[in-house]
């Protein structure tokens, strides 16, 4: 039986393959207004500029291609039992190896109807308004926007609580109720957080810094790990 290993992941480990973030300089969040392209009311006042937002999205991560983080995740499966809770909507730790992988956020690979969100379908195209679902309703991106329900976030923080080690990395950690998942690691694991400008996590939760880009801090943590499981 494999330790668990549990991480939360978010935009920052996609950084190197191209993908923006959201807070960083000239991320997302500084180029649109997030009520306008993330939020149910966007969504009802103009929805062409909702589906541009994600099909130009959707195309950005097409092109982009896993980087090492990404491939030290998968690798640690084979020490590990790993499953990446995940706030990024991309499919990189998925075309890197990683087989347990929990959108918090949704896919931009996924869209549903506007009418019964279990009416989920695959995509690789654009989204077009008129694009309709078996409903007849408009077809929508299947992203939680900011408002609505993160519908995995009870499986996340059982899951998050079982972790035996547990790694966040490249998440600013503003964003509830993704963030409040460290508070669900139990006390005496290895926990560490991997990011360029490391956020604030209470000292009482133990977590072992790691100051620089996810490709380096990754490597790191995963020589870390197998030493302190070799052991066990
Ligand atoms: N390596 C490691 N960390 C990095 C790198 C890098 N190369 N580049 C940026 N970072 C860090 C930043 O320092 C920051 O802490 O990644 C984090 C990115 O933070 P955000 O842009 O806030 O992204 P995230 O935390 O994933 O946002 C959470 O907010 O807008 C919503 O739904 C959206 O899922 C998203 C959520």
Redesign the pocket.
């Known amino acids: 039986m494999l330790p668990r290993l549990v991480v939360l992941?978010?935009?920052?480990?996609s950084?190197?393959s191209g993908i923006?973030?959201?807070?960083?300089f000239n991320?997302?969040?500084n180029n649109y207004r997030?009520e306008d392209v993330?939020s149910p009311e966007g969504w009802r006042k103009n929805p062409q500029l909702v589906l541009d937002f994600y099909n130009m999205r959707r195309k950005d991560a097409q092109k982009a291609q896993p980087n090492r983080?990404h491939y030290v995740l998968a690798e640690l499966q084979e020490d590990f039992d790993v499953t990446v809770v995940?706030?990024?909507?991309d499919d990189l730790h998925e075309r890197a190896g990683s087989k347990n992988v929990i959108h918090?956020?949704g896919s931009l690979f996924k869209m549903r109807s506007s009418k019964d969100e279990s009416l989920v379908f695959d995509i690789k195209e654009d989204i077009k308004l008129g694009d309709k679902c078996p409903l007849g309703s408009q077809l929508r991106p299947h992203?939680?926007w900011?408002g609505e329900a993160v519908p995995l976030i009870e499986t996340a923080a059982e899951i998050v609580a079982s972790a035996d080690a547990f790694i966040v990395?490249?998440?600013?950690?503003?964003?509830y109720p993704?963030?409040g998942l460290i508070e669900e690691t139990r006390d005496a694991i290895p926990k560490f957080v991997?990011?360029?400008?490391?956020?604030y996590i209470s000292p009482r939760l133990g977590f072992n810094a790691l100051e620089?880009?996810?490709?380096?801090?990754m490597e790191r943590v995963k020589d870390e790990l197998r030493r302190i499981f070799a052991k066990q």
């Open positions: 992941s978010g935009a920052g480990i950084a190197e923006p973030t959201f807070r960083d991320g997302l969040w997030i993330a983080a995940t706030q990024n909507v918090l956020h992203i939680v900011f990395v490249g998440t600013s950690l503003q964003v993704a963030a991997v990011d360029t400008k490391i956020p620089g880009k996810a490709s380096e801090g």
